[in-house]
């Protein structure tokens, strides 16, 4: 078993099969936050608007509007407990722990509505076979609060990395953000070209939400708790231009994976690795001109984002 903090939290070390089962209860619940968020918010391109961010202690929703001002939602994966907080001053609490998730579904709900903040969700899970209802779901019981941090962890990680990358790109670039349908950290860079119009086929899932989703020419990249035996970093272009998979990348541990149309990393590759930010950035990089070089992207999109070292304090 490869599970480990403390002297190795730098990058923590949790294999997937040693928590699928809490994993598959934090997906739902990353879900309920996730829906709340879409059904008060405006719609962003690529529906940017639903996603939730990694914070200090877990993940977030950052600021969700409603008719009486402002509320904010965060998993708190420290404290063991999902913290609901409205511009109003008041605040609630649910507790993080091993129960179903129809019953966190129904005391998240009565946690909004005893703040007075109004809210009606779809409550299918999404991009999940079966999909069960929140209000219906005790299959998902198990929390292990232990290895949640840990995932966390990694997710703090990957968005240092995610952050740096995305400071290299001057052109449309989307946030480093949590899509709790694939429960992936993503940030994704786009040429300014359309895109042909996505086929969908997610399970449980509109295909209108993907034809939105890529609707523009892209290249993505990302960590998610899958593809590796602690997870893995992945990068894909939509469309995919020809010559991209046979593109040559690094590290070494790197590699195209045909059955999921995408290159990936294995997290351990990562975090054995001697410099393991080192090791990151040329997996992002490389990936990255596999899309741009053979999609025929403009080399202005890229900038250096130490260009303005003299305005900096402490970084000249």
């Known amino acids: 078993m490869v599970r480990s903090i403390g002297a190795a939290w730098d990058w923590p070390r949790l294999r997937v099969a040693d928590w699928t089962e809490t994993r598959d209860t934090l997906h739902m619940w990353t879900q309920v936050l996730g829906k709340i968020r879409l059904?008060?918010?405006?719609?962003?391109?690529?529906?940017?608007?639903?996603?939730?961010?990694v914070g200090p202690r877990g993940l977030t929703t950052g600021p969700i509007p409603h008719a009486g001002g402002l509320f904010d939602m965060e998993l708190d994966v420290v404290g063991r407990r999902l913290l609901v907080r409205s511009s109003a001053g008041e605040e609630r609490t649910v507790p993080l722990s091993s129960r179903p998730v129809a019953d966190f579904y129904a005391e998240t709900m009565a946690a909004l509505d005893a703040l007075g903040i109004d809210v009606v969700i779809d409550v299918r899970p999404n991009e999940v076979d079966p999909a069960i209802p929140f209000p219906d779901d005790r299959v998902h019981t198990t929390y292990d609060a232990e290895a949640a941090q840990l995932f966390w962890g990694q997710l703090v990680q990957a968005h240092r990395g995610l952050e740096v990358f995305r400071s290299h790109f001057v052109g449309k670039v989307s946030p480093v953000h949590f899509f709790w349908g694939a429960m992936d950290l993503a940030c994704t860079r786009f040429s300014g070209r359309d895109a042909p119009e996505h086929p969908g086929g997610a399970p449980n899932c509109g295909d209108w939400v993907m034809v939105e989703g890529y609707s523009r020419e892209l290249s993505s990249a990302g960590f998610w708790p899958g593809g590796g035996e602690e997870g893995a970093f992945y990068a894909y272009a939509y469309p995919e231009p020809e010559g991209f998979a046979e593109h040559a990348v690094g590290p070494a541990a790197a590699y195209y994976s045909r059955e999921n149309g995408q290159f990936l990393l294995p997290y351990e590759a990562v975090a054995d690795a001697a410099d393991p930010d080192r090791t990151l950035q040329e997996f992002l990089h490389t990936t990255y001109r596999a899309a741009a070089d053979h999609g025929g992207w403009d080399p202005a999109l890229e900038d250096d984002p130490g260009r303005w070292p003299q305005h900096r304090p402490g970084r000249a």
Do not use: A, E, I, R
């Open 39 to 53: 059904s008060q918010s405006p719609l962003l391109n690529h529906w940017w608007q639903v996603t939730l961010y």
